[in-house]
């Protein structure tokens, strides 16, 4: 009742009313160790009819339609497909301006390239991205060659440091690709929030309006998906460990 007192400011003898009314409900029960709560079966029941309810699509439209809206450009939702290693497009948002790049729904796309890919890639394991490395084509936009693992996990180890990935020209060709790691419950990499530009309208100077924006949209996904975060890099850190 001390923490939970300290975190919703409120009186300790609010909290202990509420309690008793949501254990009442059976929304809360008593936990294991003394004088400690946790979410009762019916806080479970409620739950999984909200989630069941509710698509992917729908719970991540409004954080599409808010990048679409900030940067003007066409924004997509990239789901993971951890069987195949690959990427495929759940959602879009498209941009005003008539110049413009479209991705067929549900295609399955290269991991390696583009920063639809290695802006997932970079919070796998690194065994896993071993794995995907020794399978990679050639690049889709330009035929070059994969880069040397080492390579790879250098500039894998700077996306997880900046929180977000930028490429030029991997995936489509004359596009510049940016794009965020949205994760779920348990911290597994659900995909990730992008924005992709003709080159001939990106402006260097927005890299970080834009990277933020993607950020924190995708942080915000993340949690209604069920991420508690821990921040990107300890989160990439713990699974790679």
């Known amino acids: 009742i001390k923490a939970l007192s300290e975190r919703l400011d409120l009186p300790a003898s609010t909290v202990h009313r509420l309690l008793a009314l949501l254990m009442k409900e059976r929304i809360v029960e008593r ?16 739950g999984s009819l909200v989630a069941a309810s509710r698509s992917v699509r729908d719970v991540a439209r409004p954080f599409l339609e808010r990048v679409g809206e900030a940067t003007g450009e066409v924004c997509l939702l990239m789901r993971f497909m951890p069987g195949a290693h690959r990427v495929m497009l759940e959602d879009s948002v498209d941009s005003p301006h008539p110049l ?4 067929s729904l549900y295609e399955p796309l290269s991991v390696l390239w583009g920063a639809t890919g290695r802006s997932v890639l970079a919070f796998l394991p690194e065994e896993e991205i071993a794995a995907i490395h020794a399978e990679a084509g050639l690049s889709p936009a ?50 990730s929030l992008c924005v992709t530009i003709p080159q001939l309208r990106y402006d260097p100077a927005q890299e970080s309006a834009i990277a933020g924006i993607l950020r924190r949209e995708a942080a915000g996904l993340s949690a209604a998906l069920g991420w508690h975060s821990m921040g990107q890099e300890q989160q990439g850190a713990r699974k790679r460990g």
Do not use: M
Request: hydrophobic share 35%.
């Open 100 to 103: 413009r790049y479209s991705i």
């Open 142 to 191: 330009t035929g070059q060659e994969p880069p040397a693992l080492d390579d790879l996990l250098g500039d894998l180890r700077e996306i997880r440091r900046k929180g977000y990935a930028l490429t030029f020209g991997q995936k489509i060709p004359g596009a510049v690709g940016f794009g965020a790691p949205v994760f779920e419950r348990g911290g597994r990499v659900f995909g």
């Open 31 to 46: 936990g294991d160790i003394p004088h400690s709560y946790r979410a009762g079966v019916e806080f479970y029941r409620i």
